[in-house]
């Protein structure tokens, strides 16, 4: 299941990120790795973009990107 | 001179740390090739600093990332200063790993110190230190604690040598680096409490409420357009024309009593005229950069960019273009120097050229002088109708634009929400002197030159001073006026007009003055019909907006793109006002 399967609120483990190079880069490197707890915090208004939170910080995200980033299956 | 590199994360306080070190000892230019802000500062001669700009990462392909390498490289830095947020060292110690691969003794600013106590969040400095073969300052910028020791370690030439390659562990694995970060940093950090909801949390709750993120959004750009163009910014306008650019021509009169009427006609018609009436546009633009600087300070922005990104991106930009664009209304020239805030190259460029459609100020005249002669009792209609035709074929243009030039892959959209933060007053104030100057300094060169020019060609022919009726502006005026023939309006007068507009857009409502002389209503009224009123104010709204925002695009954007900016437009202009002509001449006869 991908990050946009979760609900406000809701938290989940990375389990990898596929796509466009340049975004799986940049999450890579903001730290966005295996294994890595992240969050949904909130939905934009109309629905996309997203705001998800990881290693203490919080990152908006277009639901198109996001949905490259594969979560562990609980 | 020593070379020092600052580097570090967006948002963890560079700007203020490099503001506090070198004072007003900064140059501001761009790097070659790049719309990137390049700034260099001195302190005290014996140490030169090169902000560089935010990054996470020195291996994520953008712009800001390559400029940083290549200076590293090749740029003859003796030490880099990485600046770090002290509450978030997780992820900013990614670049600090990065940046060991350059083999440059490197100083750790360890910044928002404040914030880290407020969180419980307790450092083992030199330890720290040690792990990573770097040395350790703790500061708070903002608060000007910690910053005196920066410098004088950096004066002092004091700091560590590249200690042997084994003191790191940068790999090219993004998972290996994070794990040795992590074992640091839990050797390192011990964190007294947990946090449980953030105020930051609570007001992100109300801001980004499905309801009432709009309202709110709207209720401060009303806020901000209020303290610009009627409560604060426009008065200190207009007091400074009244008071100040008129008590100069006064004075200049006064003094030029006795010397020769074209060099007093020079000095007050062409250079304070001209300078003058840009000059006056200062207040208004200081004042709309305080608020948008507070909006940036605060941390409101990019919630703005957030819920603006689903609209924006139907004409193929992001949501943080949205900005540029409200204030365009007020001002295209700043409008256009906040575009410098978009992260990638083409957002900044379809921004620019996009935003000078927007209705701005100094239009207005115009609507209003045309609106009272031809459409008495309907002026707010006429006026309201160009502003929503600016804002329609500026959407247009967008899906044109980003269908064909600009038809590249849309870039993965990611931004950082900062924390909320109450702005701080003195770097509030740098903000907007900077943006002010820098509107000062590159206008006035041009406005300048502009003004010498108009002037000239307004009171001379070959035979010397002359009257306007027969100047090189008459002649120019006649040269050009067949192209506007098609649209009802093809006297030399209005094509001098709107050459003489290209200085500013009210230049047209007083070159109208000016050679039409006083009867001016009347006169106007009997060279145009309505419907070409309409379509001539048409043209004002959609060509090239003025001689300011012709500068500005060249200094952010390149001569290229100057001249496709003012191609495009006066080509839209003619093509949008003659449809408009014809087609109401059409269907009202
Ligand atoms: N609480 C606190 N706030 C700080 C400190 N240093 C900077 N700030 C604030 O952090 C915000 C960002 O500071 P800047 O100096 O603009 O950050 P920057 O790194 O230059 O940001 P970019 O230009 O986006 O790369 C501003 O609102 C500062 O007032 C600090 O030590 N403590």
Redesign the pocket.
Known sequence: MSICDLKPGQCGYIQSISGNKKLVKRLMALGCIEGTPVKVKLYAPLGDPIIINFRGFDLAIRKKDAMNIQLREA | MITAALL?N????????FNYLTGSNQYIGNWPGVTVEKKEGYIENRVKIVDL??IYALDTFSNEEKISKEFLEKGNVDVIVN?VDASSLNRNLYLTLQLKQFNKPIVLVL?????ANAKGIKINYEKLATKLGVTVIP?????GIGVEEVKKLLESGNFFSPVNENDYHYTDDEKENYRFIEEVLAEVIVKEKIESTTIGEKIDLIVLNKYLAYPLFLLILYIIFMFTFSWVGQPLSDALDEYIISGIVALLENLLQNSSPWFSSLIIDGIVGGVGSVLVFLPIVMALFLGISFLE?SGYMARAAFIMDKIMRKIGLSGKAFIPFIIGFGCTVPAIMSARTLESEKDRKLTALLVPLMSCNARLPVYALFATIFFPGNESAITFSLYLLGVAIAILIGLLFKNTIFKKDEEPFIIELPEY?V??LR?LMLNTWEKGKGFLKKAGTIIFAMSVIVWFLSNFNFNGMTDMESSFLAHLGGVIAPVFKPMGYGTWQSAVALLTGLMAKEVVVSTMGVVYGLDLHNILAQQFTPIAAYSFLVYVLLYTPCISVIAVMRKEFGNKMMAFSVFYQLLLAWIVSFIVFNVSSLILG
């Open positions: 570090g967006p948002n963890v306080g560079k700007t203020t740390l700009p935010g600046i910044n928002m110190m404040d914030v500061i708070s910028a903002s608060k300070d933060k702005p701080e770097n």
